[in-house]
């Protein structure tokens, strides 16, 4: 038998702006088992614990969980010393920038008159997009993008190209991009600079260097796709625009404040940037249980694919993905059937943003059947 006597630790930083935040990990020998352990919170206050392992697991799992577990955390700006700050590179976390998103605040279907008198009986209303949230710094010099904690990406090549010509095009010095990165393209729903910083300006000023940005040469649209807002102060013609974006499957719609300027990160309610998300249920079987995570893999029946040899009736089933389980929740077994809330699946692939909504013990296996699925368009 294998033996390992370790124990391992690590006491990480974080420092931005008011937050002084402390996160430690550590990897546990219990009798020759193991536990990866973790606590967290501000500097000076008291502390807050969990774990990654349940019960003890083996070394090797355990070392795999700890190490994921200080590499992710180091990705999100966390540093061994504190008096260091993160920079380029794969040791001490990524690059800093001096931009961060404004957040938006989820609504429901039933607060559109609240939000519509709140924003002074208008709104702007635009696609949301479910690609990655990108800031994107657009120089003579330089382009490059900035995440949602701040820390400097890559752009696609073909993108970095495509902007580079926009660039020169409208001849200017400096243009900064509140975008979603797609992956084979950018979608630019605002403006924060062209020349000049336009936080300060509210989102209908803002939206006319949209517009301009939209008129450019046509080649490039298949890189960069401008979403210029509409304005609406009837509620009909919102709730119109609202039904059509679901009745094409797109992820949902932001609703903006046209008179609000541009402010980085999420205000504790409401704020002058909203989404409105189009979610769907469905029942799934639980096909794994992850050994030191809180997390399920999914699978569905799949009737399409026929009865089994000789024309018996056979289950075949499908994976579509994983879902995290919520701590306040039962971990559920194998087999187990398990409603799940989710945006949409992709064809021959998982569901998206699925959340756990509990056990289902009221229906039979056959409703989970993969044929009930909202797909992606």
Known sequence: MSVHNVQESVLLYFKE??????YSA????????????????????PMKSGTKTPAPIPYEQAKRAYDNLVKEKMAKGYVLD???????????????TNYLPQLLNPIELNDLPEALTRARGELALQLKHDGERRIVVVTQDEIYGSNRKGLRVQLPTD???????????????????????????LVIFDVLEWDEDLTSKSFLQRAAYLNQLRGLDSSLAQFLYVDIPTFYRDMYDIVNF????????AEGV??????????????????????????????CIVESVHPTKSSIGLEMVDHTKGPGPRGQEQI????????????????????????????YAYRGGALYQPQYKGIRQDVEITAANIGQLKFKE
């Open 242 to 249: 609202i039904q059509q974006a679901e009745a094409h499957n």
């Open 316 to 343: 075949h089933t499908v994976k579509v993905g994983n879902c995290t389980v919520p701590p306040n929740y039962t971990l559920p077994k194998v087999g187990d059937l398990v409603e799940i809330k989710y945006l």
């Open 26 to 45: 550590t990897l546990e020998d219990v009798n020759e088992s193991y536990l990866v352990n973790f606590s967290y919170g501000r500097r000076g206050k």
């Open 82 to 96: 504190e008096n260091v700050a993160p920079f380029v590179g794969s040791v001490k976390g990524p690059e800093r």
């Open 254 to 283: 932001v609703l903006r404040d046209p008179a609000a300027p541009y402010t980085a990160g999420r205000p504790n309610s409401w704020g002058p940037c909203l989404k409105l998300k189009f979610y769907a249920t469905a029942t």
């Open 159 to 185: 993108v970095v190209e495509a902007l580079r010509t926009v660039i020169y095009g409208i001849s200017q010095q400096r243009l900064v991009l509140d975008t979603e990165d797609m992956g084979s393209h």
């Open 17 to 22: 702006g008011s937050s002084d935040k402390v």
